[in-house]
């Protein structure tokens, strides 16, 4: 047995997050209207800014990486992943779960990948739609792979940070808190400090070049997507994107691995 074939723990998490007859009637009908008109329509709209203009099409490749994917990420990852645990905990399932044959990596793996795929299927709605940018546009291939090696490792540690809150947690609507209030800091607390920063420097300190200094702001996710695909001159800056994608995966495997660590204490766990 693996994390990713005949795994008990990852099938009940497919199987519990993409059946529809769980679901309630109005989350089915919420469903239903975004599959049958929502995103139609946002296909209609999109390829109509895309074939427009070259410009436009470039664009419309930072916009959906930045502003809509990236968003997607940030928001919906940990959301999804700060019930992964907590939820067995209130379910009483969770020292069952640990008592099994299962592997710590097993019942890890399979909750985090699990967790993760409806994140992961919901960007495939936008992958045709950045390749058909990317063409348009005139994106470098270079630039079109890292953005998405970007996005899917902001996916993981936004994912692993979901999961770790879920963990350390012992309720659901705790960990999912936790989990809001650690990505806000994240996100809103480096520009916050850019600010501050330029307050204390003084006017001079100003402008792109300043900002580029200022390493804090390397690790927001919006900067670096902004900055490899909405900066329309030819000064682009990949190292903030490459430095963001290694330690956003190092991050994430930190993060499982002090996860899985802690499940392997055995009754230590489970009376925490």
Request: charge should be positive; hydrophobic fraction near 50%; aromatic fraction near 12%.
């Amino acid at each position: 047995m693996s994390v990713f074939t005949e795994n008990p723990v990852l099938y009940k998490e497919i199987t519990t997050r993409f059946q529809l007859r769980r679901q309630s009637k109005a989350n089915r009908i919420v469903i239903y209207c975004i599959v049958g008109l929502v995103i139609p329509l946002f296909y209609w709209f999109s390829l109509r800014a895309i074939l427009y203009s070259q410009t436009g099409a470039r664009d419309a490749f930072g916009m959906f990486l930045t502003v809509f994917e990236t968003s997607l990420v940030v928001l919906l990852t940990p959301a999804m992943l700060a019930s992964t645990i907590t939820i067995e905990r209130e379910k009483q399932t969770w020292n069952a779960l640990l008592l099994s044959k299962l592997t710590h990596t097993e019942i890890v793996g399979g909750k985090f990948i699990g967790g993760l795929l409806p994140t992961l299927a919901t960007l495939l709605v936008f992958f045709p739609l950045n390749i058909a940018a990317a063409c348009v546009g005139t994106v470098t291939l270079a630039q079109f792979v890292l953005a998405h090696v970007l996005l899917l490792a902001t996916t993981f540690f936004y994912g692993a940070l979901g999961m770790f809150c879920s963990w350390a947690c012992r309720r659901t609507q705790v960990a999912t808190a936790t989990a809001a209030g650690t990505v806000a800091f994240l996100v809103l607390g480096s520009p916050l400090a850019l600010s501050l920063w330029q307050s204390v420097a003084g006017y001079n300190s100003y402008g792109r070049d300043a900002t580029l200094s200022f390493m804090p702001l390397w690790s927001n996710p919006y900067y670096a997507m902004t900055e490899l695909t909405m900066n329309q001159s030819n000064d682009i800056h990949p190292e903030v994107a490459v430095l963001l994608t290694l330690g956003s995966l190092v991050g994430a495997v930190l993060l499982l691995v002090a996860i899985t660590r802690k499940l392997a204490h055995g009754p230590k766990e489970m009376s925490a």
